[in-house]
Structures are given as structure tokens and as C-alpha cells.
């Protein structure tokens, strides 16, 4: 798992004041140009951004430089609706949020947060946490306000990854030891981010972990049961996954092995909502997820395909818990071998996936097996 820092305005939206003054052209006493100018090399918006003054005192500021006629309502209408999303990058932070850790960091006023927030609150659901210069007071590239940022982390800067749009921001965030992208299209961030070793899971898996994610955080007593056979390859991903997970996440962790029957007591009187298998499966993608009943038949390794299916009818009947199969393509099962390149990538990334979204936040344990 990474730590990733985003800005917002130039990496997630473009934005162009333009759009706000050409609707109050005829309010404006001075040029359209004269108050781009004002905004970028005067700092005329820095105190707002940095909390320092007030929605309507930054209105009244404007209103006196530049609209005089402009009434509070019309300001906050044109002032807001200035953002184009960059759907390319949204899309590639949504895929990025399921494995790593990413927070936001802007230089932004009040208004058009909460502008941005109601009108697109999917995008900011994809961070672990917001740093806001205009709550915290201070703004890129202040000391504080990237100290902030590790402190959320709670990681060294050098563990940190940052990107911004803003070349003026970069030298001060390398100094601080911040690992520094200065973004500039969709395809040299794949690169940058690609020369930082940060996995970025393809659409099947967003799409498959968005539905896992939704589904589990459902449940408040859940149990992961790790399946498979050590010394076939691949076909222990199940019980290695189990294994790295233990004393990691929110669930209670099992360890079956190729013996789920000997557990059948435990699986039955846990007293849990939900119980997941993960285990290696004959699929076409390398990851699919299954409810009880749609689980096809031969889809696991023949070493405990039956086993699996017994146990799987016998709770569906006489357990009322949730069942669900995560099933994890096999590519090699020879004996003696440990996991292929392959599938070593993908139990890392699953494990990512479960610490990122369903960390441990009490004392758990883990079921004694025989």
C-alpha cells in the first residue's frame, strides 16, 4: 500500500475563472484580464483560501475592486460554477483508492469546496481524509500545512507521494523529502506513478472490489476463511492470503487448508453474518466473486471442490449467516512450488484491498485451528 496526496484544482478539475467573469462582463469596471491577473500574480485570493477572511468580506473585497453593482447572490452563482472534472484522472483515483491510502490536499476557499463537495461527492468519497487550506489556515507551499498531511499519514515525507499541477510548489515539498510528481496529462502520471511502484488495479477488479467493499462493510461479524493446498502452487493463494491478513483487518481469520469439514462446528456456532471463502478457481478473470447459490460446479481445484460444496450447502441449510466465494485464478499447481509470479501480484494486491478498506480497529483473534 501507498500513501498518495492529491491536489484538486489542475489534477482532478480543470477550472477557468474565465467562464465566471464572462457572465458578469457588464458588471465588471475593470478588464477581464486585469482580474485574471489579480487572481494569479497579486495573490487577491489568498487570505480566502487560507480562512483568513470571510465568504462575504472576500465578496465585498471583489465587489469594491472590480463589480460594483454585483449583488452577493450573483457573485456566489458565477464565483462557483467555474470546474470541468477530469474524468480520466477521477476514474484512475477511484482504482487507486481501493489498495493505497490517499488524502486531498488543496489550496481552496469555502465556497467552492462546498460547491464541489454536494455537487460531486463521489470523487471525494475515494480519500481517507481532506486537508482543506482554508479550515486548516495555511496553504501550499507552507511548512504546516504539509506537515498536516504526514501527520494524517503518519508516515515519514519520504513514504509520501505527491501530486500537483503546480511547479512553483514542487521544490519546498522536495526539500521537506515529499516523493514529488508535477502532473501534467494522464499518461505521464501512469509513468510517474508506474516509476514509484504504485499497482493500479485494472476495471474488472474496481468493478469487483467496489461491489466486495459495498457488501462487507454491510456486516458487523464477519469471518474470512482462507482455502487451499500448500504444496500445489497456486492453489494456496487462499490459505496465503488467510495467513497475511491474521491480526491485519476487522475479521476474524480461519485458516481451513484442505479440511474445511474439520470446522464445520466452528462455522456453524461463530455467530457471524457473513462468512468469505477465498480460494483458487478455474475462472477466465483473475478475481470474480459468487453468492452460495451461484457458485458453478467444478469451479475450485479438485482437492477440495467437494469438500467445499458439502460445507457450503450444509451452512446455507442450517447456519443463517451470508455466504460468499472469492474466487482467484489458478495458474500453475505443481507440487512442491510456491505461488507463481502471477498470483503472488494478486494476493498482494487483495491483501492491500482488505487492510486499506477494513483495517483492525479492536483486539482481534483468530480461530484455533487443528
Not at 460554477?81 to 484522472?89: A, L, Q
Not at 496465503?240 to 462446528?265: G, P, Q, R, T
Request: aromatic share 14%; proline share 2%.
Amino acid at each position: 500500500m501507498k500513501y498518495l496526496a492529491f491536489d484538486l484544482g489542475g489534477v482532478l478539475f480543470d477550472f477557468d475563472y474565465n467562464i465566471a467573469l464572462k457572465k458578469i462582463k457588464k458588471d465588471l469596471s475593470v478588464s477581464v484580464d486585469t482580474v485574471i491577473d489579480a487572481f494569479f500574480k497579486k495573490d487577491f485570493t489568498l487570505d480566502y483560501e487560507m480562512g483568513i477572511v470571510t465568504d462575504y468580506e472576500f465578496y465585498t473585497k471583489f465587489k469594491t475592486n472590480f463589480a460594483p453593482t454585483l449583488t452577493y447572490q450573483e457573485f456566489i452563482d458565477v464565483w462557483c460554477d467555474i470546474f470541468i472534472p477530469k474524468e480520466k484522472i477521477i476514474d484512475l483515483v477511484e482504482r487507486l483508492h481501493y489498495i493505497h491510502k490517499i488524502i486531498l490536499i488543496s489550496n481552496i476557499n469555502r465556497l467552492h469546496f462546498e460547491f464541489l463537495y454536494k455537487k460531486y461527492p463521489k470523487v471525494f468519497s475515494f480519500f481517507s481524509d481532506l486537508i482543506l487550506s482554508y479550515k486548516l489556515k495555511s496553504i501550499k507551499p507552507q511548512r504546516r500545512i504539509y506537515e498536516e498531511l504526514q501527520k494524517r499519514f503518519n508516515v515519514s515525507f519520504a513514504d509520501i507521494i505527491y501530486i500537483d499541477d503546480r511547479v512553483d510548489l514542487m521544490p519546498y515539498a522536495k526539500q521537506l523529502g515529499l516523493n514529488c510528481i508535477q502532473f501534467q496529462n494522464y499518461e505521464q502520471l501512469l509513468s510517474l506513478l508506474d516509476y514509484y511502484n504504485v499497482k493500479i488495479i485494472d476495471e474488472h477488479k474496481k468493478n469487483i472490489f467496489r461491489k466486495l467493499k459495498n457488501t462487507l462493510s454491510k456486516y458487523k461479524n464477519c469471518l474470512l476463511v482462507g482455502i487451499g493446498n500448500k504444496l500445489r502452487g497456486d492453489d494456496a493463494i487462499g490459505i496465503e492470503i488467510a495467513e497475511a491478513l491474521k491480526n491485519k483487518i476487522s475479521f476474524d481469520i480461519l485458516n481451513a487448508e484442505v479440511v474445511i469439514e474439520n470446522y464445520l462446528h466452528k462455522l456453524c456456532e461463530g455467530g457471524y453474518d457473513l462468512i468469505l471463502f477465498i480460494d483458487a478457481a478455474n475462472i477466465d478473470q483473475d478475481i470474480e466473486i459468487f453468492n452460495i447459490d451461484e457458485i458453478p460446479n467444478n469451479l475450485l481445484t479438485f482437492t477440495h471442490n467437494s469438500a467445499f460444496k458439502l460445507i457450503a450447502n450444509y451452512l446455507k441449510n442450517f447456519s443463517k449467516c451470508d455466504i460468499l466465494l472469492l474466487a482467484l485464478k489458478i495458474e500453475y499447481t505443481a507440487i512442491n512450488e510456491g505461488l507463481s509470479k502471477e498470483s503472488e501480484q494478486l494476493k498482494n494486491v487483495i491483501v492491500d484491498f482488505f487492510i486499506k478498506n477494513f483495517p483492525q480497529q479492536e483486539s482481534q483473534w483468530v480461530l484455533e485451528e487443528n
